[in-house]
């Protein structure tokens, strides 16, 4: 069993900061999804949102059961990195696109938990990406052989 997989105490995922901004972010894509579902809007919007949500609930499962211990031929930060700064492109231009007309409230109020749910994803890839940075026990550790000239 490689190192990586061996199993590591802490705080389970749901109460961890990275698990209540992944949380967040799932509730704030679905409550925008719902919003454009009600409101009719056009079919982008609900396919966008609704990719989202089910791209959001694939990596909570995925840390909840830590699956991503097992699973170490992929680098989930950086996937992880990666999706949530798509995420954010798309929920702008949805968020964008469904506030600049003058439409229904519900399509507004999709928009604006749009806007909400690209904030969090900023702070998702924020969170992450400060961990790669500054996780001393890392596997990308600076070595003394790196610091040589």
């Not at 509730?27 to 609900?46: G, H, K, R, W």
């Not at 996937?79 to 968020?95: E, G, H, Q």
Request: hydrophobic share 55%; glycine share 6%; net charge positive.
């Amino acid at each position: 069993m490689p190192d990586s997989a061996k199993k590591v105490k802490g705080r389970p995922f749901c109460f961890s900061v990275k698990g209540q901004v992944k949380l967040l972010r799932l509730a704030l894509t679905v409550t925008s999804m719902v919003f454009f579902i009600i409101a009719q809007a056009p079919e982008p919007y609900i396919v966008v949102t609704g990719f989202e949500v089910v791209i959001a609930l694939f990596f909570v499962i995925l840390y909840m059961l830590r699956l991503d211990r097992y699973m170490t031929f992929l680098f989930w930060p950086l996937l992880d990195v990666v999706n949530s700064l798509v995420t954010v492109t798309f929920m702008i231009v949805i968020a964008v696109l469904a506030l600049l007309p003058e439409t229904k409230t519900p399509t507004v109020l999709g928009g604006v938990f749009g806007f909400l749910t690209s904030v969090s994803c900023l702070v998702d890839a924020a969170l992450i990406y400060r961990k790669l940075l500054f996780n001393p026990g890392g596997p990308y550790k600076k070595t003394s052989a790196h610091n040589r000239v």
